[in-house]
């Protein structure tokens, strides 16, 4: 779990998680303000903010869970912030928000090989890897766009500026076994992620067959989550301190509430376990990790019509020829302010270009001894405690 309150990243023993006794591994100290995290090739990467720094990414060694090099990202960008992998390919990218950029790290040599240009805000990000398709959804360019992570041509395959108001896509994720994109939209209000969009996606990265569903205010990124053995879709409506579930149609399944216990206030992150058939929940605000069962799914079902959804819908553009130019609609300057703790800068048309790696990595440091999430804060903080309930808390 990635804290970014005390910059580190805390290692449990998963199975011991629900327990009144939960064996904490390790403490690993990484880079300044973590935020997004993933892992391939048996190495965990986050990506670091910096606060008022620049930007990197950690590399954990899975197997002695000790950090291994901070790999700098200032050639590229700054504000570092989601970040996906793919295994297939052995690459790792993370958005850079104040810069409109993508990194690409090659996760064999631990090196940054690439760095390209979507659009203003740069923020969410999921890989496709069965169509080698890395999407990015720009917050203040109001889009989404697709990478071809073959030869590094970014495109705009959604336009929501075409929509009534601004649409800001937050968060960015994609169900491999389905084939699903997901991605939460503020609309009419840019500030207020309310929408959530549904793509399928085809074998060559294309979008298509696209639904939407109105839901609760995911503030600054609420995770959304497809569970693999109900099929239910988990929602981290943060602002309302509660958990949607909708059912694979996008109707209404139930709704978690802080006032049951089950959730924390400002729930933001998910995980899912699905041999456990579990659904872990970090609290943004109140440092707690929480588990739901997904299977059949922690609520009864209500008896409920489909969500409302809005009488516009963005522009699905088709896919591009060769060239990685944008479309004129999509190099406007963005109208949406980005909020105080980031600083975003409208990009110019893309133009991928290979960035040498860099020429040295830091020397790894011995640690004393262990994820979910723009302004920028992480659930869960660094020192936890244990309730008298079978919930892992985490205080600051």
């Not at 904490?24 to 100290?29: E, N």
């Not at 840019?190 to 839901?215: C, H, T």
Request: proline letters at 10%; a neutral charge.
């Amino acid at each position: 779990m990635v804290s970014n309150g005390d910059n580190t990243v805390t290692v449990f023993q998963e199975s011991t998680i629900n327990t009144s006794n939960p064996t904490w591994l390790a403490k690993i100290a990484v880079g300044v303000q973590p935020f997004g995290i993933g892992m391939v090739d048996d190495k965990i990467y986050v990506a670091n903010s910096g606060g008022t720094g620049p930007s990197s990414v950690s590399v954990i060694s899975a197997a002695t869970m000790t950090k291994l090099r901070d790999i700098p990202l200032q050639s590229c960008g700054g504000d570092a912030a989601q970040l996906a992998v793919n295994p297939l390919t052995h690459r790792v990218y993370t958005t850079l928000h104040a810069s409109g950029k993508v990194a690409v790290i090659n996760s064999t040599t631990d090196s940054l090989v690439g760095c390209g240009t979507t659009n203003a805000g740069a923020f969410g990000i999921a890989v496709h890897p069965a169509s080698n398709s890395i999407f990015v959804g720009n917050r203040d360019g109001l889009d989404l766009w697709r990478i071809d992570g073959a030869t590094n041509i970014a495109t705009q395959v959604v336009n929501w500026r075409s929509g009534t108001g601004s649409g800001s896509p937050y968060y960015v994720g994609i169900n491999l076994t389905m084939n699903l994109l997901f991605a939460m939209v503020g609309l009419p209000n840019s500030s207020v992620p309310n929408k959530l969009y549904a793509y399928s996606v085809d074998n060559a990265g294309g979008l298509s067959n696209p639904r939407v569903a109105s839901v609760g205010n995911t503030d600054d990124g609420g995770f959304v989550l497809q569970s693999q053995c109900s099929n239910l879709i988990f929602i981290a409506e943060t602002a309302d301190n509660d958990v949607r579930i909708l059912n694979p149609d996008l109707s209404l399944y139930g709704i978690i509430t802080q006032s049951s216990g089950m959730v924390d206030y400002g729930p933001y992150g998910l995980l899912e376990n699905p041999t456990l058939k579990r659904v872990y929940v970090s609290n943004k605000p109140s440092n707690t990790l929480k588990i739901l069962n997904e299977c059949p799914g922690p609520l009864a079902p209500v008896r409920a019509s489909p969500t409302a959804t809005p009488s516009a819908t963005p522009t699905l553009l088709p896919a591009p020829s060769t060239t990685p130019t944008l479309a004129p609609s999509a190099t406007i300057a963005p109208s949406k302010t980005p909020p105080p703790s980031e600083t975003s800068t409208p990009s110019p048309a893309p133009s991928w270009t290979s960035t040498p790696a860099p020429s040295k990595t830091p020397t790894p440091t011995p640690l004393p001894m262990p994820t979910n999430t723009a302004t920028k804060t992480i659930a869960p903080s660094s020192t936890p405690t244990i309730s008298a309930t079978p919930t892992l808390t985490a205080t600051k």
